[in-house]
């Protein structure tokens, strides 16, 4: 049993804080946390974030025919070991938008499924720690046909993915850290649209999306009980073009987002199948020259993000099942 | 499991395998449209009726200089010169010219209207700055591109490139100047052959009349409205289909034209569309005399109604008498029974859209930084041209007919709804929460109704066989209103009936031109 709940800790992350709906994925695919073999992890999620205020091309503004935009996710996400080295996660969110002010009609739906496969290839005592190295692959695609150009109400971008992260966790004692840069390819997007204007016109309804750059640093507490940490995310679009002065937002903007927060995830000690988990995530701006240009925010808005979820652990391995009564289904 | 499993693993790879290697490069749908091969010549053309000019021969052209003297021959020779050596450059502009002048001087007008067509920011205390024509490259730059800006800025290229065509084959037939290909057999022809006289150059023609106009139309984008002209003469050198003096001779007169049609632009009222605050409030005052609930913006901060005297601009098929005329009767009364049922009616419509309602509202949308719906209309139009093979004065009178039909289709129904200032279906009910920005002028009738009624019938004229198909294309436009929440059932179909009343008089004009 102790084995179990060890190793099936699940730590959401926030990632990129778009424009559009703000998007927060099971992430324990960014997480040095592995599952147990034949164990599955699941459970479902809520996130509730929203923006006043947000860059149009650099220049932050808020837009009196919006207000505050607010986004809901409802998710369900998981994660199965597949080998103690190799683990599958999944997530799928329904997503709803809202805008306080103006005219402009929310947005709903399920957005994209995420599938990953998570590789631990190395694993060593190094000083007094221990260096754990990954490889992640991920591909995500829509679930349903909703429209990613009535930004910032549509629920997604509609754009199919994958991405492949390297990743790097020291621990020493009940401290961590852990460190992971991701490459995002982005596939083209289909709009409603015969024609639209970027920097130049184009006479198509496909429009090509740029890829993306992700960094992200966690550092923090790690036990078998508690986890909390605080995280840094660095959300980078590798193309792109800037929203023009009053204009709409467009799926294909170069959407920029640097964004702090935390993560506390407990485990009940009555029950170790079921951890809660909770965090807060806010997308940072600078005034200062030197740091604006690290944090480099646009065409996305300020958000802020709450979250909360739990996790049920499922054990599917005929050896621990024995040990373990609570694991039936 | 272990089959879930597996397949899940592959599934992974084979997508991330695609999505990697897979080409982003978007294909615009006219980058490869063929070169201009028509059917017709259209070598009598400078008999047909023109829209501004007195005649084909208004504009002197002066004679050419014989195949055989010096000068042309040196004017030969620059085009042997660039074919020896062709940069990827060259031979791509030489493919993109040769689609068709009207075609590719359409696309860079939409592009440009697109690119303009965005409301300004407010001031700090809550008013809105106006574009200046005399300071375009200031925030807010000149012009805001909204749709009666757009139907006008379409409907004068157009007609202006008619009218330079007409002159321009008028003088072909008169000088009959063979192509530099047929004179020298040892030039190559770039882009298909063609038995029209190559003087003066009917593509310099369209490039001059579209430049004279953009000067005034779009300020701010001279440079690259240049380089497109640079770049399409260039290209018709470079192709063998002109030699320098039909560019030169081309281009003056398109220029000359165009001045005409500048001038009357200049003196169409719809500079002083704009109107004034004492002339706003007066339309309020007027709607409550009448017993009615003035229209009033639903931005925030309440943005000044958008061109409220386009109604009076000079129209292109009939005067304004006849505008007057076509003005329909009121909408039902704001208190009325009739206008609440109208009301639920679209909370209906917006309470739960189905993904087809939403994806009918948005293709038809043409808001905000797009070439507005006289473009969208444009757009199908050259689509549907480029089927027929028609040649580039064809071309010309063609587009030139659908957009005055456009464009006067805006100044009635501007006149329309400015005259019963009539509320939008969210001022009357707040919960009506709209799937596409909601325009900032009253209600009654829809624009994209009354454009499409219009685009819609003289189109079914010029190519009979899809004139279904454009009423079809009409109707889902203007229903497309009533889905996205931004207007009233009486608005869509009255529209739709005043835009079939305005093709009628585009149709009239083309039975009557001598093209027919």
Not at chain 1, 67 to 85: A, D, E, P
Not at chain 2, 306 to 335: C, E, H, Q, W, Y
Request: proline letters at 6%.
């Amino acid at each position: 049993m102790k084995k179990i709940f060890k190793t099936k800790t699940i730590i959401l992350v926030w990632l990129p804080a778009l424009l559009m709906a703000n998007t927060v994925s099971a992430q324990t695919d960014i997480d040095a946390i592995m599952m147990e073999k034949n164990a599955f992890c699941v459970g479902p999620m809520y996130s509730y974030s929203s923006w006043k205020k947000y860059w149009e091309g650099t220049l932050k503004r808020e837009n009196l025919n919006l207000g505050k935009v607010s986004t809901q996710m409802f998710g369900l996400m998981g994660n199965y070991g597949l080998t103690r080295k190799i683990n599958l996660l999944f997530s799928a969110p329904y997503v709803k938008t809202k805008a306080s002010a103006g005219t402009l009609h929310g947005m709903k739906g399920i957005q994209d499924l995420s599938l990953f496969v998570k590789w631990r290839p190395f694993q060593k005592k190094m000083g007094a720690g221990k260096l754990s190295l990954f490889g992640i692959a991920g591909v995500s695609f829509p679930l349903s046909n909703y429209t990613p150009d009535f930004l910032p109400l549509s629920i997604g971008l509609h754009s199919k993915t994958a991405s492949a992260r390297i990743m790097a966790d020291y621990q020493l004692g009940n401290l961590f850290a852990t460190g992971s840069a991701t490459y995002v390819f982005r596939d083209n997007i289909e709009i409603d649209r015969t024609s639209y204007y970027t920097t130049e016109m184009h006479y198509s309804n496909e429009v090509e999306m740029p890829n993306a750059s992700n960094y992200n640093v966690r550092l923090g507490f790690r036990n078998h009980r508690l986890i909390a940490e605080a995280v840094y995310n660095k959300w980078t679009t590798l193309g792109g073009f800037d929203i023009t002065r009053n204009n709409m937002p467009f799926p294909s903007n170069k959407m920029n987002a640097t964004t702090v927060g935390v993560n506390v995830k407990y485990v009940i000690p009555s029950l170790p199948q079921l951890s809660i988990v909770g965090g807060f995530t806010t997308t940072i701006d600078s005034e200062s020259k030197v740091l604006g240009k690290i944090i480099d925010s646009r065409n996305v808005g300020q958000a802020t993000a709450v979250y909360g979820s739990f996790f049920y652990v499922l054990d599917f391995s005929h050896k621990t099942k024995s040990t373990d009564k609570p694991a039936k289904k | 499991m272990k089959k879930i499993i597996f397949s899940s693993l592959m599934a992974i790879a084979v997508v991330t395998t695609i999505i990697v290697a897979c080409n982003k490069d978007v294909e615009g749908r006219t980058d490869n449209t063929p070169a201009l091969n028509p059917a017709n010549i259209d070598l009598n053309a400078g008999a047909w009726r023109p829209i501004l000019l007195t005649g084909p021969a208004e504009f002197a052209v002066t004679a050419p200089s014989a195949t055989t003297t010096p000068d042309y021959i040196a004017q030969i020779n620059e085009i042997k010169t660039w074919q020896a050596e062709m940069t990827g450059e060259e031979k791509r502009i030489v493919k993109y010219w040769s689609a068709g002048a009207v075609l590719r001087w359409n696309e860079i007008l939409r592009e440009l209207v697109a690119k303009h067509n965005l409301p300004p920011y407010q001031n700090a205390d809550g008013t809105y700055p106006f574009p200046n024509a005399n300071n375009p490259l200031a925030y807010p730059q000149f012009p805001f591109a909204n749709p009666p800006y757009a139907a006008r800025a379409y409907a004068y290229v157009s007609a202006a490139q008619y009218d330079a065509l007409v002159a321009t084959y008028h003088y072909k037939k008169l000088y009959n100047r063979a192509a530099p290909y047929t004179v020298d057999a040892t030039v190559n022809a770039l882009i298909p052959k063609s038995a029209l006289p190559s003087y003066p150059s009917e593509d310099a023609a369209v490039a001059g009349a579209a430049v004279e106009l953009l000067k005034l139309l779009f300020p701010g984008d001279q440079d690259y409205i240049q380089q497109k002209a640079e770049e399409h003469k260039r290209s018709r050198i470079i192709a063998g289909a002109n030699v320098r003096s039909d560019i030169e001779a081309g281009e003056a007169l398109g220029r000359q034209v165009a001045q005409k049609f500048v001038t009357r632009a200049r003196g169409d009222r719809a500079g002083a569309a704009i109107g004034n605050q004492a002339q706003w409030t007066q339309m309020e005052t007027d709607a409550i005399a009448k017993g009615e609930t003035p229209w009033y913006s639903l931005e925030s901060p309440r943005r000044p109604p958008m061109l409220p005297l386009f109604g009076k601009v000079k129209a292109f098929l009939f005067d304004s008498l006849t505008a007057i005329s076509l003005r329909p009767p009121p909408p039902p009364l704001v208190n009325s029974p009739k206008m609440k049922d109208e009301t639920n009616e679209i909370y209906g419509f917006i309470k739960n859209p189905t993904r087809e309602h939403t994806r009918i509202v948005h293709f038809w949308a043409d808001g905000v930084g797009t070439y507005a719906p006289p473009g969208h209309w444009d757009a199908i139009a050259a689509e549907d041209f480029i089927t027929k093979n028609f040649s580039e004065v064809r071309w010309a009178r063609n587009l030139a007919l659908v957009n005055m039909a456009l464009m006067d289709a805006g100044i009635v129904c501007w006149d329309t709804k400015y005259f019963y200032f009539n509320p939008r279906p969210t001022q009357l009910d707040p919960n009506i929460k709209t799937l596409t920005g909601i325009p900032n002028f009253p209600a009654y009738i829809s624009g994209h109704s009354t454009f499409s009624g219009a685009a819609a019938t003289i189109l079914g004229h010029i190519i009979p066989e899809k004139a279904t198909q454009y009423n079809a294309m009409a109707t889902e436009a203007s229903l497309s209103r009533m889905y996205g929440g931004i207007h009233y059932r009486a608005d869509c179909e009255v529209g739709m009936t005043v835009g079939k009343n305005i093709g009628d008089y585009a149709v009239q004009r083309a039975r009557t031109d001598g093209a027919e």
